[in-house]
């Protein structure tokens, strides 16, 4: 895909459009990303050593995940400046590597999507939109499908954000806003959604072990936020589409394209062919799929309760089945088009793609070496109890409390990035101080998940914000984590205003949040 180079136009700019103009000029006026997690891990350093000589620690009853209920756990911080610090840095230095959690999963997804794109199937199926798609609401589809992807693991930061750029440059859209759109609706919409998902149960479980400090046999259902839930989902996307069509856009200007619009806007007959001949691969590969899931005994599905969302071989396929979703059609296509002529072709391809990742692997290097030490020094897990006691203490109650409550989760979500692991912290706090002032567990969880999700698009510990940057880069060489931050941080106050007085609605009006799930007990 080529580059493009974006043209600002020369508008009077308001003074939210200024901020993020100094956000961005800021932030990329820093280091390069890679650069910025090597000086973020020196500070964390010396930041550690300090905490851990003051003695700076937290008694805490967080969650046992794995024996269930909860336990007395003393959380000192811990030093990097230590023998063992040291020891750990560098022993532990190729683990956090290859054990950081996207890095495998992107690599994998790519040689998939990575043979499409080298094929031209993913340019031919986007000019094949072009022409059929109604351009007014390419936006919002955008947005809905990036809410919707959540359901398929991490499926939407590897296929729908880049994809969504080059949707927008097909249009003749700044690539940049497709990408904050989809981005947008993957991480920043990633607790809403029309379907029961694996963070559902994994909430719930947390939920129903803290409510069981109050009363002992209180149960989270995992469909316990499902109808806010589906609400929420038309809410982000909405949302969505008018933050990235009166603000994003407007502000990234319009775009030179070093592309022939009209061999953009042409499909030609072998391409045509080679359509014709990737829905056949598509078919085939899907009924496989379907055999392998439908049935009740399906091989794909759990082999002791039959089901196919939650932890089940299914789910836990969900990255191999992407990649040869776009594998198999791919292959088809460019035998026809003639992209593909022998077994050397499909290799040198996947080379290609995966050469294009180079930017990506120093950046994870640096990113997940900055997370691993986060997590080591404890220091993740001390702000966010201390930020929750802090909030007990205010005798806050009512509206000011939940107001409050959703802000504080998206205040620790900058600094922790694993929503199960600040649930852990923080519901064993929350759950009972709420079910003391009559709110449910299932209500002190949806108000939890608000925060959780507003927040992710704007903090460099989301694990997946090193590959957005990479993906920028692409289309804009100056693009930095100012530029990202900037971009993403109108989207970030939009969802936490919107999606606060949704919740304050709901909490007015007294509906259930889910099947069976009141807002008071």
């Known amino acids: 895909m080529s580059k493009t180079k974006q043209v600002k136009e020369n508008v009077k700019r308001g003074g939210f459009q200024k901020f993020l103009d100094w956000v961005e000029r800021v932030g990329n006026k820093m280091p390069h990303p890679a650069a910025i997690f090597v000086v973020l891990c020196l500070l964390l350093i010396i930041i550690s050593h300090i905490c851990a000589k003051m003695g700076v620690n937290i008694n805490a009853n967080l969650v046992?995940?794995?024996?269930?209920?909860?336990?007395?756990?003393?959380?000192?911080?811990?030093?990097?400046?230590?023998?063992?610090?040291?020891?750990?840095?560098?022993?532990?230095?190729?683990?956090?590597?290859?054990?950081?959690?996207?890095?495998?999963?992107?690599?994998?997804?790519?040689?998939?999507?990575?043979?499409?794109?080298?094929?031209?199937?993913?340019?031919?199926?986007?000019?094949?939109?072009?022409?059929?798609?109604?351009?007014?609401?390419?936006?919002?589809?955008?947005?809905?499908?990036?809410?919707?992807?959540n359901i398929a693991s991490d499926a939407g930061y590897i296929v729908l954000i880049p994809l969504g750029?080059?949707?927008f440059l097909s249009f003749g859209r700044h690539p940049l806003a497709g990408m904050a759109a989809a981005f947008a609706g993957v991480s920043g919409g990633f607790?809403?959604?029309?379907?029961?998902?694996?963070?559902?149960?994994?909430?719930?479980?947390?939920?129903?072990?803290?409510?069981?400090?109050?009363?002992?046999?209180?149960?989270?259902?995992?469909?316990?936020?499902?109808?806010?839930?589906?609400?929420?989902?038309?809410?982000i996307m909405f949302v969505g589409t008018f933050v990235t069509e009166r603000i994003v856009e407007p502000r990234l200007g319009k775009c030179n394209q070093q592309i022939d619009q009209e061999d953009m806007m042409v499909i030609t007959e072998k391409e045509n062919k080679g359509l014709k001949s990737a829905r056949i691969g598509f078919f085939i590969f899907m009924a496989i799929i379907l055999l392998l899931v439908v049935p009740t005994n399906g091989i794909l599905r759990d082999s002791k309760t039959h089901k196919i969302i939650g932890h089940t071989p299914f789910m836990n396929s969900i990255v191999p089945i992407i990649t040869l979703f776009f594998f198999i059609p791919a292959v088809a296509y460019g035998k026809v088009v003639g992209t593909i002529k022998s077994n050397k072709d499909i290799a040198n391809s996947l080379g290609k793609s995966m050469g294009k990742m180079g930017g990506y692997l120093v950046l994870v290097f640096t990113a997940s070496q900055f997370v691993a030490y986060f997590a080591h020094?404890?220091?993740?897990?001390?702000?966010?109890?201390?930020?929750?006691?802090?909030?007990?203490?205010?005798?806050?109650?009512?509206?000011?409390?939940?107001?409050?409550?959703?802000?504080?989760?998206?205040?620790?979500?900058?600094?922790?990035?694993?929503?199960?692991a600040k649930w852990a912290i923080m519901a064993?706090?929350?759950?009972?101080?709420?079910?003391?002032?009559?709110?449910?567990?299932?209500?002190?969880?949806?108000?939890?998940?608000?925060?959780?999700?507003?927040?992710?698009?704007?903090?460099p510990l989301m694990s997946y914000f090193a590959l957005?940057?990479?993906?920028?880069?692409?289309?804009?060489?100056?693009?930095?984590?100012?530029?990202l931050i900037s971009t993403m941080l109108p989207y970030s106050i939009f969802f936490?205003?919107?999606?606060?007085?949704?919740?304050?609605?709901?909490?007015?009006t007294g509906l259930p949040i889910g099947p069976g799930s009141p807002i008071h007990i």
């Open 165 to 167: 750029a080059m949707v």
């Open 496 to 508: 936490l205003i919107f999606w606060s007085i949704l919740l304050m609605v709901w909490y007015k």
């Open 64 to 149: 046992d995940k794995v024996k269930g209920g909860t336990k007395l756990v003393n959380v000192k911080a811990v030093s990097l400046l230590t023998p063992d610090g040291i020891r750990y840095m560098f022993t532990s230095a190729v683990d956090n590597f290859t054990g950081f959690a996207p890095l495998g999963t992107v690599l994998v997804a790519m040689l998939g999507v990575g043979l499409a794109e080298e094929t031209g199937l993913i340019q031919a199926i986007l000019k094949k939109s072009v022409l059929k798609a109604p351009k007014k609401f390419v936006t919002m589809i955008i947005v809905l499908l990036g809410v919707m992807s």
């Open 428 to 459: 064993p706090i929350f759950v009972p101080m709420f079910m003391g002032l009559h709110f449910s567990p299932e209500f002190t969880q949806v108000a939890y998940r608000i925060g959780d999700s507003c927040t992710n698009i704007i903090t």
């Open 377 to 420: 020094t404890n220091l993740g897990t001390i702000i966010a109890f201390k930020g929750a006691e802090f909030l007990k203490s205010t005798g806050f109650t009512g509206v000011p409390l939940i107001i409050a409550f959703v802000i504080l989760s998206a205040f620790i979500n900058l600094f922790m990035g694993s929503a199960s």
């Open 191 to 235: 607790s809403a959604n029309l379907l029961i998902g694996t963070t559902d149960p994994l909430l719930g479980g947390i939920s129903t072990e803290a409510a069981k400090l109050v009363d002992t046999g209180y149960k989270v259902a995992p469909t316990a936020n499902w109808y806010f839930m589906i609400v929420s989902t038309f809410l």
């Open 468 to 483: 957005i940057v990479s993906f920028a880069e692409k289309y804009d060489e100056d693009t930095g984590i100012g530029t």
